[in-house]
């Protein structure tokens, strides 16, 4: 029983490449979330998903796309990469806000 | 504009002795509040949450206290631990659930 697990654990990206962030889950829930974590920002919502088949918006979504694949993943795309989405991203699952071990993004 | 607010980066307290982490919010319309205990390189973990038909929560060591009033949380702990030095963050959401706003951060360091 993993619980939330993300790949990959780390990244280092240049400016305007594309990646995809995976997120899965084994504990069946319905709520799924991604966060991006800057120093003295705390988390801030990118994009959240409800249920299956349904994502929507959340503080920061510029610059990202989702997709809710199934009831155990969601991925989190950058299609042309910044310097400015160099970040600590988590996933979380449930509203109890369960949360992956993170993802660390660099952007160069 | 942020709508969770721990003013307080850090906060020292000797072992055995009590910690209190504050968090203030904005939004009237926020109804779950929930704390998370975060170590260096591992995702946030759940702690305790309260709603707001409440104004406690306990469990074990941990007590969350809510002032619907003064939009203001707090989180208890007694007695502290060498192991409880960690980032604590706070949360909030409103009527629809999905939707959740963290605040910065307190550094809690608890010294033997």
């Known amino acids: 029983n993993a619980g939330v697990t993300q790949t990959p654990k780390f990244q280092v990206l240049k400016t305007g490449q594309s990646m995809t962030l995976q997120c899965a889950q084994d504990?069946?829930?319905?709520?799924m979330y991604w966060y991006r974590q800057d120093p003295g920002m705390g988390l801030r919502l990118i994009y959240y998903?409800?249920?299956?088949?349904?994502?929507d918006k959340g503080e920061v979504p510029n610059g990202y796309n989702v997709s809710r694949l199934n009831k155990r993943e969601f991925s989190l795309r950058l299609e042309s990469a910044a310097p400015s989405q160099t970040s600590v991203y988590f996933c979380?699952?449930?509203?109890?806000?369960?949360f992956g071990p993170g993802t660390r993004l660099l952007v160069l | 504009d942020q709508q969770v607010k721990q003013n307080s980066p850090s906060l020292s307290v000797q072992e055995g002795r009590i910690s209190i982490l504050n968090c203030d919010y904005t939004?009237?319309?926020?109804?779950?509040f929930l704390w998370y205990k975060k170590y260096p390189a591992e995702g946030p973990t759940f702690l305790i949450s309260?709603?707001?038909?409440?104004d406690k929560n306990e469990d074990g060591r941990f007590t969350v206290f809510l002032n619907k009033s003064a939009k203001h949380l707090s989180l208890h702990i007694v007695p502290s631990q060498p192991g409880d030095s960690a980032v604590y963050f706070c949360?909030?959401?409103?009527?629809?659930?999905?939707?959740?706003?963290f605040g910065t951060g307190t550094s809690l360091t608890v010294i033997p």
């Open positions: 309260i709603s707001s038909i409440k």
């Open positions: 979380a699952v449930s509203k109890s806000q369960y």
């Open positions: 998903s409800a249920s299956e088949g349904t994502t």
């Open positions: 949360a909030a959401s409103g009527d629809t659930g999905n939707q959740f706003y």
């Open positions: 504990m069946n829930h319905n709520s």
């Open positions: 939004n009237s319309m926020f109804d779950y």
